[in-house]
C-alpha cells in the first residue's frame, strides 16, 4: 500500500469515527504528505490541506486529536471527547446562542475555551470576548486551556500571533481574530461587538442583567452567545433565561449536563443509555442515583454520589452543585418539584389586552384572558393593589368558581381610580364576579372607587367593618403567615388549575428570606402571588356558596339562606378549627378582623343568653 493509499484509508476511518458530514472525494487533496503527532503521542501521516480542511470545519474534529487539559497532579494531558463533549460541540456550530445547566466538574470551561481558540485560529475577523467571575479566574482560564493549546498547537495548522498579540489578558492572531478575557462587572458586555459572547458561571454574575442588556443588540445583528453555569437558586437571569430556553421562550438552545454523563463516577450503565438499551432514561437513572444515595457500606468503597453528597456542606450545595437542580437549590416556598410540574399546565392567552368578547374591545392593557364567561358559573375577583413606592404592579385574578380554574388575570402599572374602574368593568364582565379587594395601604382608595363609588358603585364585594370604616381583606402581620399556607396548599394539592406564565415566574422567586419571612425575591415581585393568596385563603370560608348580605350602608341586599346561617357558622368554626388548629375568635384576631355578628348571635344562643 503506497502513502497516499494509507492517507485516505486513515481519512475514511476518521469521517466514519468523526461521524463527519462530508465525502472523501470532497476533500482538497494537495498531495503534500506530512507527520503529526496528535495529543495521545500517536504519530500519523496527513495531506496537509486534508487534515487542515477537516480541523476548520469541525471543531471536535481538532479539539480530540489535538488539543490538551490540565491535570492538577500530571500538569498537561491529552483531552479525549466524550461523547456528550461532542454533541456540546456539535451544538456550538449549530446554534447561535447556547446556555448550559450543568453539574460541576463536567469540562464544560475546557470545551468552550478550546472551541474559541478553534474559532479565533480557523476563522478570520472573530472577536471572541470571554467572562469570568473573578480577573484571576479569566487569567487561568486563558493560560491553561487557550495559551496551553496554541502553544502545542501543530505548526501547520496555527495562525500566528501578531507582535503584540500575546499578553495576560488577549491574544491577538494574524488573521485578524482575537480572544480577550475579563472579569464581570456592570459594563463587562460594552465595548467592540464580539463575533461570540462566552460568559463562565453566569448564575453567580450579579451584573449579568446589565451585561445582557448593553450587549444583546449587537448580538442581534450575528454574534453568537455561549452560556455556561452551575445552578444558583431561581429569578436570577441565568436561571430564568434557562427556564425560558427550555419553553421555547427565548433564541437560546439549552443544554443539560447531569453529573451521570461522565464517565468512571460508578456508572457502568452509562454505556446502555448511549446505546439506547434503556426505554426510560429518567426512570432509570432516578433509581440508581436512590440506590446510590442509600448506600449503607463502608464509606471508602461508597459510589461517587454517596461521596459527593457526604462531602457537601449542605444538601442545598449537593443539589445545586451535583445534581443541577434550579428548582432544589432555591428556597422556594412552593416546593421544587411542584413548580416544575406546573410548567405542563402554562398556556399563553387567547386574548391579551382586552376582554374576550367584540363589543369589550377597548384597550384593558396588562389583561390577559384563558376562557371567556360562562353564564351559567360563579366567578371570583382578587385584587392586589400596588404600593405606590418601587416598580411593584397592581394584579387580580379572576377564578372561576365552578370549575376552579383561572379564567383571566391583570398586571400592570395604573392609577387607584381607573384600576377601581377596570376591576368593575371585569367583573361585570364575569357575571358579577365576587371581588375581593386587598386593602392595605393604596388598596381602601381603590375599594372606595369599586364599592363606596357615588354615582357607579359596585356591590358584589367582601366587606368586613373595622371600627366604623368599612373595607375589603386587610393583610396584617399575623395574617401572612395564614396566606402562605392556604397558597402552599393549593398549589401543592392543586385545588386550583392557573395557566399563568407570570404567576408561575413570580412563584419561582417567591422564596424565605434569611430571617424566614416568605416574600419575593430581592429584585423581584410578588404581586400575582398575593393576590392568588388570598383567594387560597378566602375561597373555603367567603366562596364555599354564592356571595350574600352585602351592604353598602345605603341598602342591603337580602339573604337567601338566613334560615341556614348556625350551620354555616357552625361548619366555618370547625374548618377553622380543622386547618389550624384554633378558635375562631383566635383566628379573627390573628387576621386582625372583627367577630361576625352571626358569631356572636349564633354565641348568645348557644350562651343562653
Aim: charged share 25%; hydrophobic share 35%.
Amino acid at each position: 500500500m503506497t502513502k497516499e493509499e494509507l492517507v485516505k484509508q486513515t481519512v475514511a476511518q476518521n469521517i466514519v469515527k468523526y461521524n463527519l458530514d462530508i465525502k472523501l472525494e470532497e476533500l482538497p487533496w494537495s498531495g503534500e504528505l506530512i507527520e503529526t503527532t496528535l495529543n495521545d503521542g500517536c504519530v500519523e501521516i496527513v495531506d496537509r490541506l486534508v487534515e487542515f480542511t477537516l480541523c476548520s470545519l469541525y471543531s471536535y474534529y481538532y479539539i480530540d486529536r489535538y488539543t490538551w487539559t490540565m491535570d492538577p497532579k500530571k500538569g498537561p494531558i491529552p483531552f479525549k471527547l466524550f461523547a456528550y463533549q461532542k454533541e456540546v460541540l456539535s451544538d456550538f456550530q449549530t446554534y447561535s446562542k447556547v446556555i448550559f445547566r450543568k453539574s460541576r466538574q463536567m469540562g464544560a470551561s475546557v470545551i468552550t475555551g478550546a472551541y474559541a481558540l478553534w474559532r479565533v485560529n480557523f476563522q478570520k475577523a472573530q472577536v471572541i470576548k470571554i467572562i469570568s467571575l473573578t480577573l484571576k479566574d479569566a487569567i487561568e482560564l486563558k493560560e491553561k486551556i487557550i495559551d496551553l493549546n496554541y502553544d502545542k498547537m501543530p505548526g501547520f495548522l496555527k495562525s500566528q500571533a501578531t507582535r503584540d498579540g500575546k499578553n495576560v489578558t488577549t491574544l491577538k492572531l494574524s488573521n485578524r481574530s482575537k480572544i480577550t478575557v475579563l472579569a464581570k462587572s456592570k459594563n463587562a458586555g460594552r465595548g467592540a461587538t464580539p463575533s461570540v459572547l462566552i460568559v463562565d458561571e453566569a448564575a453567580f454574575n450579579e451584573w449579568m442583567d446589565d451585561i445582557w442588556k448593553s450587549v444583546e443588540p449587537s448580538l442581534a445583528l450575528g454574534g453568537d452567545c455561549i452560556v455556561i453555569s452551575t445552578t444558583n437558586g431561581i429569578g436570577n437571569w441565568y436561571a430564568l433565561t434557562y427556564t425560558r430556553a427550555e419553553q421555547h421562550l427565548n433564541e437560546f438552545h439549552p443544554i443539560f449536563i447531569p453529573w451521570w454523563r461522565f464517565p468512571n463516577r460508578d456508572n457502568p450503565w452509562l454505556q446502555d443509555i448511549l446505546d439506547g438499551k434503556v426505554d426510560n432514561v429518567q426512570k432509570f437513572v432516578k433509581e440508581k442515583e436512590t440506590e446510590a444515595l442509600n448506600y449503607t457500606g463502608d464509606p471508602q468503597k461508597a459510589p461517587w454520589l454517596w461521596k459527593r453528597r457526604a462531602n457537601a456542606k449542605t444538601e442545598k450545595e449537593f443539589q445545586q452543585e451535583i445534581m443541577a437542580e434550579f428548582l432544589g437549590s432555591g428556597n422556594t416556598v412552593i416546593p421544587t418539584q411542584t413548580l416544575s410540574n406546573i410548567l405542563k399546565d402554562i398556556i399563553a392567552p387567547e386574548w391579551e389586552d382586552r376582554l374576550p368578547q367584540e363589543q369589550f374591545s377597548k384597550p384593558m392593557s396588562g389583561l390577559w384572558c384563558w376562557k371567556d364567561v360562562d353564564p351559567r358559573h360563579m366567578y371570583s375577583l382578587v385584587v392586589d393593589v400596588a404600593k405606590g413606592s418601587g416598580q411593584d404592579s397592581s394584579a387580580f385574578h379572576v377564578i372561576d368558581a365552578n370549575n376552579n380554574e383561572q379564567v383571566a388575570e391583570y398586571k400592570a402599572f395604573i392609577s387607584t381610580k381607573d384600576y377601581g374602574k377596570l376591576i368593575k368593568d371585569v367583573a361585570r364582565y364575569y357575571n358579577n364576579a365576587y371581588v375581593i379587594i386587598e386593602t392595605t395601604g393604596l388598596g381602601i382608595s381603590v375599594f372606595n372607587e369599586v364599592y363606596l363609588h357615588d354615582t357607579d358603585p359596585y356591590q358584589s364585594v367582601f366587606v368586613q367593618q373595622k371600627g366604623k370604616t368599612l373595607m375589603s381583606w386587610e393583610t396584617s402581620p399575623r395574617s401572612r403567615p395564614l396566606l402562605v399556607d392556604d397558597l402552599f396548599n393549593d398549589v401543592v394539592n392543586k385545588k386550583t388549575k392557573f395557566y399563568s406564565q407570570r404567576l408561575l415566574d413570580e412563584l419561582n422567586v417567591f422564596v424565605w428570606s434569611d430571617d424566614g419571612k416568605p416574600e419575593a425575591m430581592k429584585g423581584y415581585h410578588d404581586d400575582l402571588v398575593m393576590a392568588y393568596a388570598i383567594y387560597c385563603h378566602l375561597r373555603e370560608f367567603v366562596m364555599s356558596s354564592k356571595p350574600i348580605g352585602i351592604s353598602n350602608g345605603r341598602f342591603s341586599i337580602t339573604d337567601p339562606t338566613a334560615e341556614l346561617k348556625y350551620s354555616k357558622i357552625m361548619a366555618m368554626i370547625e374548618k377553622i378549627e380543622e386547618v389550624y388548629g384554633i378558635s375562631y375568635e383566635d383566628y379573627c384576631w390573628m387576621n386582625n378582623i372583627d367577630v361576625s355578628e352571626d358569631y356572636i348571635e349564633y354565641k348568645k344562643e348557644m350562651d343562653g343568653v
